[in-house]
């Protein structure tokens, strides 16, 4: 079975940090493509960050040089560092698979609040 498993989020006041994981079993984690999506509320789910199998790395526009996207093969695990943390970044957390196959994580809340 494959899971992946976030953990991490919580409550953080504005201009805080947070490390969010997600642990994956079931997949060759060293192969896949990875990536962490977010979804506020009344909001449309978005892409957050992305990592390659070679550990080339990307970002949505509103997080870049805040985020850090990284993996441990060793692990199986995918790390968000995010720091300088706003309100607009509450959301859930969600990590997922974007290749070869997609899985989803259940997501971990995120709130940004003072």
């Known amino acids: 079975q494959v899971q992946l498993v976030e953990s991490g989020g919580g409550l953080v006041q504005p201009g805080g940090s947070l490390r969010l994981s997600c642990a994956s079993s079931?997949?060759?984690?060293?192969?896949?493509?990875m990536a962490w999506y977010r979804q506020a509320p009344g909001k449309q789910r978005e892409l957050v960050a992305v990592i390659t199998r070679g550990g080339s790395t990307d970002y949505a526009v509103a997080v870049k040089g805040r985020f850090t996207i990284s993996r441990d093969n060793a692990k199986n695990t995918l790390y968000l560092q995010m720091n300088s943390l706003k309100p607009e970044d509450t959301a859930v957390y969600y990590c997922?698979?974007?290749?070869?196959?997609?899985?989803w994580g259940q997501g971990t809340q995120v709130t940004v609040s003072s």
């Open positions: 079931g997949i060759l984690f060293s192969i896949y493509e």
């Open positions: 997922r698979t974007n290749s070869p196959r997609s899985y």
